[in-house]
């Protein structure tokens, strides 16, 4: 039985996680775990996870859990290092990181020093600190397993291949709420128009993201950490279907490709199940005889500049990445709190670009500084 460590329990990817777990008793078992805010959730989950430990964002709410769910056994922490406590935690054998934003990244760090290998969903991380996470996690020995529909599609296509066969990565995008929208009615769009996305069901923060294209943005810069291609190597090509989740092309031009339909479970379940598969009776099988046609275009980087700002910040390396998560989660949540227009975003994200001074190959603490400045920075902005 595998034992897991669960960051991000009450979200997308979380509860998807606890629905994989269900569906295999036999073969999982949620050893601890963390939530944020949606505690009401939490509660429903508590018992039937009945994990040893359970970390939560607040003092008052983890008293509060303590109290009600005393006669579990359950170890009940907060913040910080309730966090990085469920992510290193000392039975479990993986890290599912399923919280969303760059907070993911310390308790990350702290799970490949316990030798704990990453089921990483929260592509933050390596987005902030790619360079880090990876070296780190060689140094350790363990492995980063990528739970991201795109990047499970690649990792999938690689098994058996050499890397120096590779010609390119091609990570498909379905466009997001706005896809079929111009630039000019873009200006008047909601909040609620944002989340309304055509193939996926994903957190608020994910779903503006992928409306933005940025949420494609920070898969290329992962895609590059994960699998140590170049910029230049990974293409984004617009599929609405979101049938073919990515492909490889190889030198001989044979390329190969990873279909299944839109669930967020069979990803999930492959990065914990690796290198094995079992069942996943609950999933929808993909009849292509069904869908008929599939649809490609090429990526407009005028009509979605968030992505173009991604591939410079990537180019240019170090932690220009870093202020570029920071400016993005920063610009988003003041969207989604109304203060600003979905266009603003843009703005917001391009200005914090051109005001950082980027520091190549950055330790930690230079990382950490980057994050906490730039969010200052677009606060100032937001004024």
């Not at 939490?42 to 964002?57: G, K, M, N």
């Not at 360079?131 to 991201?148: M, N, Q, Y």
């Not at 923060?205 to 699998?227: P, R, Y």
């Not at 240019?316 to 975003?345: D, H, P, Q, R, Y």
């Amino acid at each position: 039985m595998k034992k897991i460590s669960l960051l991000g329990a009450t979200g997308s990817i979380g509860r998807q996680t606890i629905e994989i777990v269900r569906e295999h008793p036999d073969q999982f078992k949620i050893v601890a775990l963390s939530a944020g805010k949606n505690i009401g959730l939490l509660r429903e989950v508590i018992p039937f996870v009945q994990p040893d430990l359970i970390s939560v964002l607040s003092k008052e709410d983890c008293d509060s859990l303590k109290a009600e769910f005393s006669h579990l056994g359950i170890s009940f922490m907060y913040g910080s290092d309730g966090l990085a406590e469920v992510a290193a935690y000392s039975d479990a054998d993986v890290l599912v990181n399923a919280v969303i934003g760059s907070v993911g990244l310390e308790p990350t760090l702290k799970a490949i020093k316990a030798g704990k290998d990453i089921a990483i969903a929260n592509k933050e991380t390596l987005v902030t600190a790619g360079h880090i996470v990876t070296s780190e996690a060689r140094k350790a020995g363990v492995k980063l397993l990528p739970v991201d529909s795109e990047h499970s599609a690649i990792f999938q296509a690689l098994q058996g291949e050499q890397e120096k066969n590779i010609e390119r990565l091609i990570i498909t995008a379905s466009g997001g709420s706005f896809r079929d929208r111009t630039r000019a009615e873009l200006e008047s769009v909601t909040v609620e128009d944002a989340l309304n996305h055509p193939n996926w069901s994903m957190g608020a923060k994910i779903t503006i993201d992928s409306a933005s294209m940025m949420n494609k943005g920070l898969e290329v810069i992962e895609a590059h950490w994960l699998f140590g291609i170049d910029y230049d190597k990974i293409d984004v090509l617009l599929h609405r279907e979101s049938i073919i989740h990515s492909m490889v092309e190889f030198q001989d031009t044979s390329v190969i490709a990873q279909l299944g339909t839109p669930d967020m479970r069979v990803p999930i379940q492959y990065a914990l199940t690796y290198p094995d598969r079992i069942p996943l009776p609950s999933a929808n099988r993909l009849n292509l005889a069904e869908i008929g046609r599939l649809h490609f275009s090429k990526m407009d980087f005028v009509r979605f500049p968030c992505l173009k700002y991604a591939y410079d910040a990537g180019r240019s390396g170090g932690t220009m990445t870093t202020a570029l998560n920071a400016a993005n989660e920063e610009a988003v949540a003041a969207f989604l709190s109304g203060k600003i227009s979905f266009l603003e975003i843009e703005y917001l994200i391009a200005k914090a670009l051109d005001w950082h001074q980027a520091i190549l190959d950055p330790g930690l603490e230079a990382i950490l500084l980057t994050d906490k400045e730039t969010r200052k920075y677009i606060q100032t902005l937001l004024k």
